[in-house]
């Protein structure tokens, strides 16, 4: 924080006494400084302070002592303002804070100077009409009498600068000196427009003289004055009308006021002004260029490329480059850099295009673009940005462009390619942030690819001009991505430790994987392109496992998101076959099958390049992306294994919308089953969560196929499905006699996934379901074996219901003994269960039905089975005997049932 000024140096400094010899010490005289350095040159000049006897410098800033009794002004110089202070202030590299003002000071003070003066300004305009109104004056008198008045105000302003008693005089003398520019400033444009007393060329040169008289004059009365210039200055060309308006003229006369304008600026700190300058400038440009539709506009581009010339050479030194500066710093000079340069280049881009796209324009682009990129190399963090604003403005109009002439516009692109890519290229090696230019390379590089590729292939001004050849655009991808790998290459040996080196590596890295991409994406046909990116896939997690690149590791997971967008068809054609497998509702959302038809190579391939990019990538992290990839390798697998099946099964007819047969759904089953057992081990032995979960998926997808399809839907008892085989071995053992066993190990492996309730319900719940199959294969096959390959006649004989009894009373007798030798309850509570059923069928089913000694013998094996049912419980399972009141002991039992 710097020191205030004291009282008595405040008052000094605004009531200097006429006393020269009295002038104190700390008081700034006219003598000019030089500066002693280049830092010096930064800052606006000012004069040198009054020296003692010793020849030291006087203390300005005073904050012990005596205070100095009175002040001098010397001719030309003004007591300082609060903008001198800040001035001072960053010269001696301290912070200022301004001092208050009381409200009383600003409304007592301050306010009634300004709506004073422009009292004054309104009287003499209102003078001038009431003359008018009146007709009291001729038109040369009334004009006369004005500029007199501005005179005079000017004067009364100076004599009110001089008078260093005067209270309040160096407001005062600025709001006389405003009205009377904007006076002068009427008179001249009166005279002009209004009665014609002088010609448009004569009223330009009045309104400029009047312009320049305001702009000189704030070096005495301050920025108001400055402000108040300007303005007239940039509205005078829209005052003076002509009936032949001259580019040349205008764009002079802009390019004088503007470079008068920034020299004014950078000398005396008035940067808030810098920007409504500059705002004024370019709209005056835009204006032209828009209303005159591009006319002219070699004469408008030699004037952006002056304003963005005068911007850097009145804005230079403001930051020095710094290494590792990766944020460009913001603020009034910053965006006055940005806006000068950037603005110059947008309205240059407007003009090519409503020109016409002519090479003269395109040229003075190139130029303006060379400037920029230069600009942005000699300070990094004050035009950083400037490069990727001419390449987002170039790339707009090479995108607009119709051109029918392909040399031309190949030519075009090409030569801002090279300006662009060749230059972030060379730089990247010397500059001290190489970040911004390897991305400059990188984006034009792969921006002016497609640009070509869409505009000289794909969609041409004129068809017949295409260039048809995929071999051109595929090489040129290729040769493209060599060269951003041996950039990786070089990065890796000339950027040694440093922090930056990791993004240029992915940089390039990136890039040379997008030129990858592209080649294959314009060499290979739609339906081999998603093998060519899962095989890139496993390339990058190569590369990533032997090259410390950490970008690749995401690229990897954008490669794989872009296989799945390309399987995105095959996706929709799986929802169609699901919809109509279920409901046979035939969804028209994809008519082809390419997947369908080599489901080995377009399917198989691609799971185990998915498979090794996630044991590649697992070798430094397990994150989301390698269990992501091995689920997506799993899912690959079992809609291959889905695809194969269908297959062999219809060799000679589109499976799209054939329906599969029992024979055909059971094999299916099986197959998801085996492979869901299969992730089982793999994830149990390689300690793969994600993969163990994968394989309970198809575990539950092939239990839902019997639930749905087998048991409901298509049941062979009520629908008429062929059962081919003979009995006992047959097409039943597929949906229901091998998934007993599928589910009994999907049970132990779920309860080895995890010891949680979740999964040791899912494993309790498995035990029934496969007891229930076992039940239902035992039922089916009865009745295969007497209907023969159709069972759904509804009639059978007393023989095959007589079976029934017996098969169910087997089952139980078997399920018992199988849970007495096991210890396991669940099987002795089935035997129960199925030995209860069998009692009702035979009293409630048998005895109306059969006849005969079939009813006699279904009576009497009934009544053995559960006379052996009886004893072995009471002698296996209870392991005690009967006492004398009908109880059984329970001492001694022969095992703990579970």
């Not at 030995?835 to 035979?842: I, M, R």
């Amino acid at each position: 924080m710097l020191p205030k000024l004291s009282d008595q140096a405040k008052d000094s400094a605004e009531n200097p006494q006429p006393a020269a010899s009295e002038a104190p010490k700390g008081v700034w005289t006219n003598q000019p400084s030089q500066p002693a350095s280049g830092a010096a040159s930064e800052t606006p000049s000012r004069e040198e302070p009054e020296t003692d006897a010793a020849g030291k410098p006087g203390d300005v800033w005073t904050n012990a002592g005596a205070p100095p009794a009175a002040a001098v002004e010397t001719p030309g110089q003004e007591a300082r303002s609060a903008g001198d202070e800040r001035i001072a202030a960053r010269q001696m590299g301290v912070d200022f804070e301004p001092e208050k003002q009381s409200f009383e000071h600003n409304f007592g003070a301050r306010l009634p100077v300004w709506i004073g003066g422009i009292a004054f300004a309104l009287g003499g305009l209102f003078l001038v009409k009431y003359s008018i109104d009146n007709n009291l004056l001729s038109p040369f008198v009334r004009v006369l009498l004005g500029g007199l008045l501005g005179l005079g105000l000017l004067a009364a302003g100076d004599i009110v600068r001089k008078r260093p008693n005067f209270a309040n005089g160096r407001r005062i003398a600025q709001s006389l000196s405003g009205a009377g520019i904007a006076v002068l400033y009427l008179a001249v444009y009166a005279a002009t427009s209004l009665y014609g007393l002088l010609s448009p060329t004569v009223g330009f040169i009045g309104m400029a003289a009047v312009t320049a008289t305001g702009i000189m004059l704030s070096l005495r009365y301050g920025k108001p004055i400055a402000l108040l210039g300007l303005v007239f200055g940039f509205i005078t060309p829209a005052l003076i009308q002509s009936d032949t308006p001259s580019a040349l003229i205008l764009f002079a006369y802009l390019i004088v006021l503007s470079a008068g304008a920034m020299a004014l600026i950078r000398q005396q700190g008035w940067w808030d002004l810098a920007l409504p300058t500059l705002a004024a400038s370019l709209g005056w440009a835009l204006l032209w260029i828009v209303s005159s539709f591009g006319d002219d506009m070699l004469v408008v581009s030699f004037f952006l490329i002056a304003i963005a010339g005068l911007v850097a050479f009145f804005n230079q030194g403001h930051h020095s480059k710094a290494a590792n500066a990766w944020a460009p710093e913001f603020d009034q000079r910053t965006a006055f850099g940005y806006l000068g340069v950037g603005g110059a280049t947008v309205a240059m881009a407007t003009g090519v295009g409503l020109a016409g796209y002519g090479l003269t324009e395109w040229g003075l682009t190139a130029i303006l673009a060379i400037g920029g990129i230069y600009l942005a190399y000699s300070d990094d963090r004050q035009y950083r940005l400037i490069p990727w604003i001419s390449l987002a403005a170039t790339s707009l109009l090479l995108f607009l462009w119709k051109e029918n002439d392909l040399a031309l516009y190949a030519g075009t692109l090409i030569g801002f390619a090279a300006i662009y890519a060749a230059s972030g290229y060379a730089l990247l090696w010397k500059a001290d942030n190489a970040v911004p230019w390897a991305g400059l390379t990188a984006a034009t590089s792969l921006g002016f690819y497609l640009l070509g590729y869409f505009k000289l292939h794909l969609a041409p001004a004129s068809p017949e001009t295409a260039v048809d050849s995929t071999f051109f655009w595929g090489g040129l991808a290729l040769a493209l991505a060599a060269v951003a790998i041996y950039s990786v290459r070089r990065v890796q040996e000339h950027f040694r430790a440093e922090a930056q080196k990791e993004y240029l590596l992915a940089i390039f890295a990136v890039t040379a994987t997008a030129f990858v991409s592209f080649a294959m994406t314009v060499l290979l046909d739609e339906k081999n392109l998603p093998l060519a990116f899962a095989a890139e896939v496993l390339a990058v997690a190569w590369i990533s496992r032997r090259a410390e690149i950490a970008v690749l590791r995401p690229v990897a997971g954008i490669l794989a998101v872009i296989f799945a967008g390309l399987l995105a068809p095959q996706i929709l054609l799986l929802v169609q076959l699901t919809a109509f497998s279920l409901i046979e509702l035939k969804l028209p959302l994809q008519a082809s099958v390419p997947l369908v038809e080599q489901p080995l190579i377009r399917l198989g391939l691609p799971a185990l390049f998915f498979i090794g990019a996630a044991t590649l990538l697992r070798q430094k992290a397990d994150d989301w992306l390698v269990r992501g990839l091995e689920i997506a390798a799993i899912a690959l697998g079992a809609v291959m294994g889905y695809y194969l099946t269908r297959h062999v099964m219809n060799v000679d007819a589109n499976v799209l919308y054939v329906k599969a047969g029992f024979l055909e759904r059971g094999i299916i089953t099986n197959v998801l089953f085996l492979y869901g057992l299969f992730c089982f081990w793999a994830g149990r032995r390689f300690l793969r969560t994600a993969v163990s979960w994968s394989g309970a998926v198809l575990c539950a997808v092939a239990l839902f196929r019997i639930g749905y399809f087998d048991l409901f839907l298509y049941n062979p008892i009520w629908s008429h499905q062929e059962v081919v085989g003979w009995p006992v071995l047959n097409a039943l053992i597929l949906p229901f006699g091998l998934p007993i066993l599928w589910c009994l190990l999907t049970a132990r492996e779920m309860a080895f996934l995890s010891k949680s309730e979740r999964t040791e319900y899912w494993a309790r719940f498995l035990k029934p379901v496969a007891l229930f199959l076992a039940f239902t294969w035992v039922t089916l096959m009865i009745r295969q074996g007497f209907q023969g390959s159709f069972l759904d006649s509804f009639v059978a004989g007393d023989a095959e219901v007589y079976s029934y009894s017996v098969a169910w009373i087997l089952f139980g007798i078997g399920l018992l003994v199988a849970g007495i030798v096991t210890k396991d309850q669940s099987l002795r509570y089935a035997s129960l269960a199925v030995t209860l059923l069998a009692v009702g069928k035979v009293f409630l089913y048998d005895t109306a039905e059969l006849e005969g000694l079939y009813r006699i013998f279904s009576f009497f094996g009934l009544g053995f089975s559960l006379l052996g049912l009886s004893y072995v419980y009471t002698r296996f399972v209870f392991g005690g005997k009967e006492h004398a009141g009908g109880e059984i002991s329970s001492e001694k039992p022969s095992g703990n049932p579970s």
